[in-house]
């Protein structure tokens, strides 16, 4: 699967139309009115980068700017979505917790709290983050300078894929403040992303996920309280930081706001990696990267009906997208106007997440596609949980019976028994999710699923 | 040590934190906590949980009612492998 490196439109992705223009900001900048916020950069220079966003304000009050990432509702961007300000606070306490804890059992030295931004992207389907860091690397620096500065870390650190790293140290070397922030290559894998794996990554070499019965937030890296934010998330606090929450919440809607990179692969004309508001209906995504490949600017069909239509021609092509990635769940082509949002994909086993969106075509039997990923995600297993390495692969393999139209009406059953079987028993969630994903598929593709048990399929008869 | 733990500070109750990572499916705490722990196909330690969403559940954490606390400490302290601690609740 390759996803065209696509270029975000300049004008902004589909989705609710822009808030008025407002005021321009000392020294002429203008918060950005449209959709695209992110990527207005000419291009990855200090230079563009400060021509269209300004400088990042100084971080005087650490808790004004938890407040305002609060009002501004942000979530993380990296798979998990767990609101940012909540662990930026959890740091603070706990970095104050432990210092004064150490100060008074009469400790010489306290505990820095260790920040770290995430551009592993160890998701097979997802390129936002590191298209983020080719193309906007000095929001990444912003965000995690100004998270540091926050929680009171004097440096900070990047664990990124082999491409991020190339363009996030180009970026740091821009700059002075750039010294201030390591750069640590992630090593490919679906696992070597999970916070706790960053932690270990970044104690002991080792990219796996690792036991824990608190936070990192309370203790992480070599016990430290310890801050993983997603690099998207970053970048969106880069901006909140300078334009506010207001700014950001006047893009999206009440429970999503602001913006949210995605990716959008498959059976599209046009795979790219896309801005778009906080909850636009999938349809309108997908319409988009179908017509994009027609020389049509996405942002010229501003007419919601012309929308429709449009949707619902692109669509005809269709036959389900999987939503949040291989942890994710599958949407039936009929159900598509449903928005990317966290409430409305819950039904489906699927969410944000990071964005990810994998376009199932009307020639592709959803058994067939899903059983090859949970077989690639049993495969992904970092080998340390028993319940995992022995659970996922039994569950893959029951599935890919399914696919292969195995005349047993007793898999479907075993797959949901597995799948409760595993969830919850892990270090990390790679077996709550993969179970998710199967379950997921076998409700998507549920008529599909009788037919295979009769020996039939309904793509490839 | 994490027994010790729970007892001097009078908790009223505790959770049985398996390491997933550690367990390796020995098995001697579904022995001494066999109403709290059942084995899976594979011998790994099973909570016996009611059925509840399957998102709510966690367990890795497995509740430990007063009258188990003994045996749970035994448990955490004769795992070959050192894959148990005792939590306390939060």
């Known amino acids: 699967m390759t996803v065209r490196d696509a270029l975000p439109p300049a004008h902004g992705a589909p989705g609710p139309s822009a808030a008025p223009t407002p005021a321009p900001l000392a020294g002429g900048v203008v918060p950005p009115a449209t959709t695209a916020r992110l990527f207005l950069a000419a291009d990855p220079t200090f230079a563009a980068h400060r021509a269209v966003y300004g400088p990042m304000p100084g971080i005087e009050h650490p808790n004004a700017l938890v407040d305002e990432v609060r009002l501004s509702g942000l979530d993380g961007r990296g798979g998990a979505g767990f609101s940012v300000w909540r662990k930026l606070a959890a740091v603070l306490a706990s970095t104050a917790r432990t210092n004064t804890a150490h100060n008074n059992s009469g400790g010489m030295r306290t505990k820095r709290p260790i920040v770290v931004g995430n551009g592993s992207e160890g998701e097979p389907l997802s390129r936002k983050d590191e298209t983020l860091m080719r193309r906007a690397p000095h ?323 | 040590m994490a027994a010790r733990r729970f007892e001097s500070t009078g908790s009223t109750g505790t959770l049985l934190h398996i390491d997933w990572t550690r367990c390796d499916g020995r098995g001697l705490c579904t022995e001494l906590l066999g109403d709290q722990l059942d084995r899976d196909e594979w011998g790994y330690p099973l909570a016996r949980v009611d059925s509840g969403s399957l998102e709510a559940r966690d367990r890795s954490n497995v509740p430990i009612p007063a009258d188990q606390q003994d045996a749970a400490a035994d448990a955490v302290a004769l795992c070959p492998v050192q894959a148990l601690r005792l939590v306390p609740r939060p």
């Open chain 1, 139 to 461: 929001l990444v620096i912003d965000g995690l300078l100004a998270c540091a500065a926050v929680v009171g870390a004097t440096e900070a650190t990047l664990y990124v894929s082999t491409e991020g790293a190339n363009a996030m140290r180009t970026a740091l070397a821009e700059r002075a403040d750039g010294a201030r922030i390591a750069v640590v290559v992630a090593p490919d894998g679906f696992v070597t992303g999970e916070a706790t794996a960053v932690a270990n990554a970044l104690e002991h070499g080792v990219s796996v996920p690792r036991d824990h019965v608190v936070h990192l937030s309370e203790s992480g890296v070599r016990g430290r309280p310890t801050l993983v934010q997603n690099v998207e998330t970053l970048a969106q606090l880069a901006l909140i930081a300078r334009f506010g929450a207001a700014w950001f919440r006047s893009i999206g809607t009440e429970d999503e706001p602001g913006t949210r990179v995605v990716t959008v692969s498959g059976a599209v004309d046009a795979p790219q990696v896309i801005e778009v508001a906080g909850g636009t209906p999938v349809q309108t995504i997908i319409a988009a990267c179908m017509n994009a490949a027609d020389g049509a600017d996405p942002a010229d069909k501003a007419d919601p009906a012309d929308d429709a239509d449009a949707a619902a021609g692109a669509l005809s092509s269709v036959r389900a997208v999987l939503i949040g990635g291989y942890h994710g769940g599958w949407v039936p082509s009929g159900d598509l106007a449903v928005p990317l949002s966290r409430a409305a994909l819950e039904p489906y086993g699927a969410h944000p997440g990071a964005g990810v969106l994998f376009v199932l075509g009307t020639g592709g039997c959803g058994l067939e596609t899903s059983a090859n990923i949970a077989a690639y995600l049993a495969g992904q297993s970092a080998r340390q949980c028993g319940v995992c390495v022995n659970g996922l692969p039994a569950m893959a393999d029951v599935l890919s019976r399914l696919a292969a139209r195995h005349r047993d009406a007793r898999l479907p059953a075993e797959i949901v028994r597995l799948a409760e079987l595993v969830t919850g028993r892990g270090s990390c969630s790679h077996p709550d999710g993969t179970a998710r994903f199967v379950l997921s598929s076998l409700t998507a593709f549920q008529t599909d699923v009788r037919a295979h048990l009769e020996g039939r399929c309904e793509v490839y008869g």
